[in-house]
């Protein structure tokens, strides 16, 4: 039961991170949407915002957690992942910012501005509780209560997480905001990782019984779980190397 708890504990420690970061530039961007706004209702934008990320994040939750078990479900889920983290990495190879534009809501009225901003809340609640299911749908199950197709301690990991995202959004994203202008590398390597938790994911697929490319026992596995954990801690130390090292460069010039 420790060593469940204990693994537990550490998907849910690498969830906030990764909620962190993902829900400090999901704020970059609703901070830009409502820009051309007057003050007083740019607050209010970003309060129905935050009003709609949280609706979107349970609906998107919930629905997963019914169709979790579908491995069709499981395949769109692990290529969107995949599709977001290569397309980050293309676009900031291109030199592109990974943000909204000023011009996708620029002379906008305020429900439309709240509207779009809504719809921005769609993408990235999906973003959010994809992540969270594939990191958590391999956990040992803990309990005999189920929501949906999935077990109460592996649900309760993901709404935790959402959770988490939503206060950071709310209370803490200046911090994430600002330690990602100090460490730019960091989000890509959130994206990077969002990109190897879209393996694990297709791992999960293949190994699914309509599926059965590989043994269905595979993506719960030790030697699975040693490959995905190394593979992820590796992806952080190598993303904070050089996030660090191109913070010294800066600092230097």
Do not use: C
Not at 73 to 91: C, E, P, S, T
Not at 132 to 149: D, N, R, Y
Not at 182 to 201: C, M, R, S
């Amino acid at each position: 039961m420790e060593a469940i708890l204990l693994e537990y504990l550490w998907v849910l420690l690498v969830l906030i991170a990764l909620e962190g970061l993902l829900a400090a530039d999901n704020a970059v961007v609703m901070a830009v949407m409502v820009k051309h706004l007057p003050k007083a209702q740019q607050k209010k934008a970003l309060f129905y915002g935050l009003f709609g990320a949280f609706i979107f994040r349970f609906a998107a939750l919930f629905m997963i957690t019914l169709l979790v078990d579908v491995w069709q479900i499981q395949a769109l889920g692990a290529a969107y992942l995949l599709f977001i983290a290569f397309k980050h990495i293309y676009d900031q190879r291109k030199g592109k910012e990974h943000t909204i534009e000023p011009e996708a809501t620029k002379g906008s009225g305020f429900w439309m501005t709240v509207l779009k901003v809504e719809m921005a809340d769609i993408a990235f609640a999906v973003d959010s509780m994809l992540a969270a299911v594939a990191l958590a749908i391999t956990l040992p199950h803990l309990g005999s209560m189920e929501v949906g197709g999935i077990n109460g301690g592996q649900f309760a990991v993901m709404l935790t997480g959402g959770l988490v995202g939503l206060v950071i959004m709310r209370f803490a994203a200046h911090k994430f905001v600002k330690l990602l202008s100090d460490y730019p590398q960091l989000e890509t390597t959130a994206f990077v990782i969002v990109g190897w938790v879209g393996v694990k994911l297709t791992v999960l697929t293949l190994g699914h019984e309509g599926v059965a490319i590989l043994p269905h026992d595979f993506a719960h596995s030790t030697e699975w779980k040693l490959i995905f954990w190394g593979v992820l801690l590796t992806i952080v130390a190598v993303g904070a190397v050089i996030s660090i090292k191109k913070k010294r460069e800066q600092s230097v010039a």
